[in-house]
């Protein structure tokens, strides 16, 4: 079974300037494997951070999320619905392939998120999901861009290109990604390292699903 292990969480102070979070990120991507991605919110303000990454030579995939229907793409740029990023993360967590490690600090946060988080319809039929009133989800939603990442349901074709990659007998290697939720005046940046195999958990007795 693909596992997807949460291995870091983390929100930033408010009002952190824009070369201190970059700093931030590059201080957490030079200590995880040289393959690993980096996704950032490209909504908003998010299009700062993704320069500077750039300029920084991070590579970095920019997710902007918006309320329609299709996943589109230009480049390493991605327009994504906010309810695909949900529901690729929801769908992972209801098959029991998402765990984190009960060494992290803020999973209770990630999952008090979680509980808060709920789809809405709206008055053309659209369906929203948002944060209770008062409530955070930037966990979530840099979660969410990790998620989407590594399961690679982008890509077009992606499960055609599985099946001929493991009939040639390719052997799955792990994969990481970082995800970034760019803060707003009022929300915190937030970081999600999350990581992608064919393996279990070496030690079982730690991890555990976010719910």
Do not use: C
Request: glycine share 8%.
């Amino acid at each position: 079974m693909t596992v997807y292990r949460i291995n870091h969480l983390e929100r930033l102070p408010l009002k952190t300037p824009y070369p201190a979070q970059l700093e931030r990120i590059r201080y957490i991507i030079a200590r995880l494997p040289r393959e690993t991605d980096l996704v950032v919110d490209f909504t908003g303000v998010g299009r700062g951070i993704f320069d500077m990454a750039v300029d920084a030579g991070l590579r970095p995939i920019g997710v902007t999320i918006h309320s329609g229907f299709e996943v589109r793409s230009s480049g390493d740029i991605f327009s994504v619905p906010k309810s695909t990023l949900v529901s690729t993360l929801v769908a992972r967590l209801h098959a029991g392939e998402l765990v984190v490690h009960e060494s992290l600090k803020d999973w209770p946060i990630l999952r008090r998120e979680l509980l808060n988080f709920r789809p809405e319809i709206t008055r053309s039929g659209v369906e929203t999901w948002n944060a209770r009133s008062g409530e955070h989800d930037d966990l979530v939603l840099a979660l969410g861009l990790a998620v989407f990442h590594l399961t690679g349901s982008h890509v077009r074709y992606r499960g055609l290109l599985e099946w001929y990659r493991r009939e040639a007998g390719a052997v799955d290697s792990e994969q990481w990604a970082v995800g970034v939720d760019l803060g707003q005046a009022f929300d915190p940046t937030a970081i999600a390292v999350l990581s992608k195999s064919g393996a279990g958990p070496r030690d079982n007795a730690r991890w555990s699903t976010p719910y």
